[in-house]
């Protein structure tokens, strides 16, 4: 199986090459960015597309790179869509799209309507809960007095920032001065810093060293949100934690209490702290299932906010309220499916009156 790489920072012809084989069908398997949506991009025929961290997806560009398999059906071939007012049969990939940032059963009833939705609720066997603590800034100096403890009983800790430098505007501790000044309140530990500005390169020697035990504490932005694995950390500090989204916050606790240990995760706010971010950081430390974050999540800020400007359009509902409706869903997506194959002449009048210019979202 020939597979390619296509991303963003390929040189032109590299970019040419990989461009051609992808149009000519030489390349099976292609693996790349955002890069993949782009109207220039030309597929043999794609027959399958999987999409992971879709929550970092907007429904556009979802459509958009199912539209680049769509074509009329050839003998033999079942149509995954029939028209019948364009008397065409015509036939997408099939998709698969992954997240470990999961969102309401209401949302995700809406949102994903047209898809067959699988969910995985179990941690891996032997995983204990996480105990999770809001910590104001203040206690900063019993904070690192507790890493130190834990990192001389063999153990490794991540300190969370969300700036890379010093900004004037908010009140946030940057990572480089945070590790500065950890390096001198911790001098018996080795510390590394890690975050987006760095080479490619530079992330892996850190992550590499950090995994192998050489590395006691990483400070880090939230480029370690997903896919890191360190068994051996089970202390997380998140600096100014009221700054960030539960769902956030739930994916940078997921990289401690990956083993049979007992791990803490310690929300450092600024003070003082409004009754929203209280109530919200509450959430983290009373939850443990993702999915019970997203619930509260959802009622506290609402299903467009949940969603983001990225999802547009689809929370734009006229009459109804998905939290206080969400017992109708099932009735609409049967009632939506028997409109689709026994009234499709309704479908356009329907979307008209309900969505109006807004259908653009709906469209690629």
């Known amino acids: 199986i020939h597979t390619v790489n296509l991303t963003g920072s ?28 782009q109207k220039n991009i030309q597929f043999s025929k794609l027959g399958f597309v999987i999409i992971d961290e879709q929550h970092r997806f907007g ?43 999961p969102i309401p059963r209401t949302l995700a009833m809406t949102a994903y309507s047209d898809l067959d939705i699988s969910v995985i609720d179990e941690l891996p066997p032997g995983r204990k809960p996480i105990t999770t603590s809001l910590i104001s800034n203040q206690r900063r100096d019993e904070i690192i007095q507790h890493i130190e403890q834990a990192c001389r009983d063999g153990r490794q800790a991540y300190w969370v920032c969300t700036l890379i430098e010093e900004s004037e505007l908010l009140q946030c501790q940057a990572a480089e001065i945070c590790a500065a000044l950890l390096t001198q309140q911790l001098p018996h530990l080795r510390l590394g810093l890690i975050h987006g500005r760095l080479k490619a390169v530079e992330k892996e020697k850190l992550m590499a060293d950090f995994k192998a035990g050489y590395l006691h504490v990483l400070v880090a932005t939230t480029v370690i949100e997903v896919g890191v694995d360190v068994p051996n950390a089970t ?28 791990s803490y995760c310690i929300l450092l706010y600024q003070s003082p ?55 109708l869903l099932s009735d609409v997506q049967t009632a939506s499916q028997q409109i689709l194959q026994k009234f499709p002449q309704q479908v356009a009048p329907l979307i008209d009156r309900w969505i109006g210019k807004d259908e653009q979202y709906f469209e690629v």
């Open 10 to 37: 390929l040189k032109t012809a590299a970019r040419k090459q990989v461009l051609s084989e992808i149009q000519s069908g030489q390349a099976h398997f292609v693996v790349g960015t955002h890069a993949l949506f």
């Open 59 to 101: 429904v556009q560009q979802r459509l958009a790179l199912r539209e680049k398999g769509c074509g009329i059906c050839e003998d033999g071939e079942n149509p995954a869509i029939i028209i019948p007012e364009l008397e065409k049969r015509w036939v997408y990939p099939h998709q698969l799209m992954m997240t470990a940032t």
């Open 235 to 262: 202390l997380m500090v998140i600096e100014n934690a009221e700054r960030l989204g539960l769902a956030q916050l739930h994916q940078l606790r997921g990289r401690i209490g990956r083993n049979s240990l007992d």
């Open 273 to 327: 702290l409004s009754a929203l971010a209280k109530t919200r950081l509450k959430v983290l430390k009373d939850h443990q299932s993702g999915f019970d974050i997203a619930q509260q999540d959802l009622e506290l800020r609402g299903p467009g906010d949940v969603l983001g400007t990225r999802q547009a359009g689809l929370m734009a509902f006229k009459i109804a309220d998905i939290l206080r409706d969400k017992a």
